[in-house]
Structure formats: structure tokens, C-alpha cells
């Protein structure tokens, strides 16, 4: 557990130049309390322990006003800067080296009991208030741009923008 905080707090210094040491990212960084009361509660809801893992989600919601379902899968090394209202939904995925800022929903757009929130891939970092719907796949190293709304795949190495973002794709790299 202590190697693993290490490397969060490594991949945030990195990525964020307003932390200054890690015992003030340990003090004040919701987003890593989140990430890290999510664990617990994932924990739980992989035991079945539902009641007791929505608890303690509905518990970190309130005190960091980020709600991550106990469901969703979480790589270690994901940032969440200035995380005030994040959402991230049940079947989500977000692998390492992610980053997300804040008002990001990670929704579904169905009500069927099967995948239906976003994967997001490695070294992805998602602007302000965007909102990624459905079971899609956002590629490695893209780019989300703020407030963009995302209905489709963003392929690896992209840059997409826009309401809805159209498979706008600024930057696309192989």
C-alpha cells in the first residue's frame, strides 16, 4: 500500500505544478481521499457488500463532492485536480496515468445491467466538465477537451472538442 501511495503521489507532483510536497497532498487533496476511500468501498463491492460500499461512497461524495460508484475500476497513478463534482458511473474503467479535472462525468446512457460506462485507456487526461457517455473507449495519451461531450471511440494519440465532438479529431498520431 505504501508503494502505491508513493507513485500517486509522484504522478500528481508531476502532473500538477500547484503541489508543493506530499504531505500537502495527503492533507488536501480531495481527489486523492476519494481515489483512496473508493478503494475501500470497491473492496467491499467486489465481496458483495453493497449497502456498506454505496456507505462509504455516498460518505465520500459528502465530504469531497466527488462520487465514484464502488463498481467502477481504478488504476493506481490517476489524478483527479480539483475533483468538485466528478462523477464517475458503475462499469467505468480508467487505467493509469490518468487525468481528470473537474465536473467530468464518466456516464452511461442506458439501463441495462451490462457495460455501458466509458473505458478510458492510459496517459488520457480529460478537461473541465466534460462529459464521456456510454460504453465507449477513449484511446491511450488522448486529449478530452473542456466541455466536450463524448458519444463515440476517441482513437489513441487524438484531441477531440465540441458539443457533441462529432469525431472532431484535432491530433492523431500512430
Known amino acids: 500500500m505504501f508503494k502505491t501511495l508513493k507513485e500517486d503521489l509522484e504522478f500528481i507532483q508531476q502532473h500538477d505544478p500547484a503541489a508543493r510536497s506530499k504531505l500537502e497532498i495527503i492533507l488536501c487533496y480531495s481527489g486523492l481521499h476519494a481515489l483512496y476511500f ?50 464517475i458511473g458503475e462499469t467505468s474503467e480508467i487505467e493509469e496515468e490518468v487525468v481528470i479535472y473537474q465536473g467530468v462525468t464518466l456516464g452511461g446512457v442506458s439501463c441495462e445491467h451490462s457495460k455501458r460506462h466509458p473505458t478510458i485507456k492510459k496517459g488520457v487526461i480529460i ?40 469525431k472532431t479529431i484535432l491530433r492523431e498520431e500512430d
Not at 52 to 57: D, E, G, P, T, V
Not at 63 to 76: C, D, F, Q, V
Open 127 to 166: 478537461g473541465s466538465h466534460a462529459q464521456i457517455l456510454g460504453n465507449i473507449i477513449i484511446g491511450e495519451n488522448s486529449k478530452i477537451g473542456a466541455a466536450a461531450v463524448v458519444l463515440h471511440d476517441v482513437p489513441k494519440n487524438s484531441t477531440v472538442v465540441g458539443i457533441p465532438e462529432k
Open 38 to 87: 473508493h478503494k475501500i468501498a470497491h473492496f467491499l463491492y467486489k465481496h458483495k457488500l453493497f449497502l456498506l460500499a454505496r456507505l462509504i461512497s455516498c460518505l465520500t461524495r459528502f465530504l469531497t463532492g466527488i462520487e465514484i460508484h464502488p463498481g467502477a475500476k481504478i488504476a493506481n497513478k490517476v489524478l483527479i485536480d480539483h475533483g468538485m463534482g466528478v462523477v
